[in-house]
């Protein structure tokens, strides 16, 4: 190769290596009735693709497609044993709802996840499946809890990691400065806290600070996660406004690639000029 094509070629890598390093995906649920596929109404499973950058990708329409960042929630053992089920149980909460508490504004949408009045029924679990082709790092959750007014419970949530069982459930999600560099996080790894007062709680967990490190779920891997509300005795509550986000990064011996052009260009250059 010419050394006068190596030096527009290593600027077209960079150029589309920088624009797609801190690329921002997200994936979420809002609209809990319509994205709900089980047909028990106790019941909730859930599969939906993402955006990059605000728009949506290609797949939005068929989630698993190559392409995509594609959240499953729930899936429950009991409503059905969908095999693609956000963990090996699929906890589901107790299904969604479709009232409005007699109020309006934004979160009175009439459009949540049910959490019931037993223990299995206060947690949800949610997979993140990564088709992009890249690495992604999950940096940030957010999500709304109400409790009903005069109600003592739940008290708080917990969120945390489910490791895999190795097999069809397989969870890799790793803490490192790459996802190639990153240690496999342990099995109910505490991923965040808070407190659940009265009315409408607003949460947002950055994934980094419990962690205490980055999380990367590999180009082609998943990982599962749990929240759980605590409570002293079991009660109803609504969940809402659910959001993951994350980067897609390129792996590094796509930057690596452009190293290599650009040393052979100098060299290359050097040599003409000697």
Same mark, same amino acid.
């Given at each position: 190769?010419?050394?006068?094509?190596?030096?527009?070629?290593?600027?077209?890598?960079?150029?589309?290596?920088?624009?797609?390093?801190?690329?921002?995906?997200?994936?979420?649920?809002?609209?809990?009735?319509?994205?709900?596929?089980?047909?028990?109404?106790?019941?909730?499973?859930?599969?939906?693709?993402?955006?990059?950058?605000?728009?949506?990708?290609?797949?939005?329409?068929?989630?698993?497609?190559?392409?995509?960042?594609?959240?499953?929630?729930?899936?429950?053992?009991?409503?059905?044993?969908?095999?693609?089920?956000?963990?090996?149980?699929?906890?589901?909460?107790?299904?969604?709802?479709?009232?409005?508490?007699?109020?309006?504004?934004?979160?009175?949408?009439?459009?949540?996840?049910?959490?019931?009045?037993?223990?299995?029924?206060?947690?949800?679990?949610?997979?993140?499946?990564?088709?992009?082709?890249?690495?992604?790092?999950?940096?940030?959750?957010?999500?709304?809890?109400?409790?009903?007014?005069?109600?003592?419970?739940?008290?708080?949530?917990?969120?945390?990691?489910?490791?895999?069982?190795?097999?069809?459930?397989?969870?890799?999600?790793?803490?490192?400065? +790459?996802?190639?560099?990153?240690?496999?996080?342990?099995?109910?790894?505490?991923?965040?806290?808070?407190?659940?007062?009265?009315?409408?709680?607003?949460?947002?967990?950055?994934?980094?600070?419990?962690?205490?490190?980055?999380?990367?779920?590999?180009?082609?891997?998943?990982?599962?996660?749990?929240?759980?509300?605590?409570?002293?005795?079991?009660?109803?509550?609504?969940?809402?406004?659910?959001?993951?986000?994350?980067?897609?990064?390129?792996?590094?011996?796509?930057?690596?690639?452009?190293?290599?052009?650009?040393?052979?260009? +100098?060299?290359?250059?050097?040599?003409?000029?000697?």
């Amino acid at each position: 190769m010419s050394y006068k094509l190596l030096f527009p070629l290593a600027g077209f890598l960079a150029t589309s290596l920088i624009a797609t390093a801190e690329t921002t995906v997200s994936v979420g649920v809002d609209d809990w009735g319509a994205n709900n596929s089980s047909t028990n109404a106790n019941h909730m499973f859930i599969n939906v693709s993402g955006t990059i950058d605000g728009t949506p990708l290609p797949s939005a329409v068929a989630p698993g497609a190559t392409g995509d960042i594609e959240l499953i929630m729930g899936g429950s053992l009991a409503s059905g044993n969908q095999a693609n089920r956000a963990s090996s149980v699929g906890r589901d909460g107790y299904g969604t709802g479709t009232s409005t508490f007699g109020q309006s504004g934004d979160w009175f949408d009439g459009s949540y996840l049910k959490f019931g009045n037993v223990s299995n029924q206060m947690v949800v679990d949610y997979r993140i499946v990564n088709n992009t082709g890249l690495d992604f790092k999950y940096t940030k959750l957010e999500f709304d809890v109400r409790r009903a007014p005069g109600q003592a419970n739940p008290t708080g949530y917990t969120h945390s990691y489910l490791r895999g069982d190795g097999t069809i459930f397989g969870s890799n999600f790793v803490k490192g400065a +790459t996802a190639a560099e990153g240690t496999v996080v342990a099995n109910n790894k505490p991923m965040g806290t808070g407190t659940i007062a009265d009315g409408i709680n607003e949460f947002t967990i950055n994934i980094g600070t419990p962690l205490d490190g980055t999380g990367w779920i590999p180009a082609g891997g998943e990982a599962s996660f749990r929240i759980k509300l605590d409570h002293t005795n079991a009660a109803g509550a609504q969940l809402d406004n659910f959001l993951v986000t994350g980067t897609v990064v390129p792996e590094p011996s796509a930057f690596a690639l452009i190293t290599g052009v650009l040393v052979m260009a +100098t060299v290359m250059t050097r040599r003409r000029n000697k």
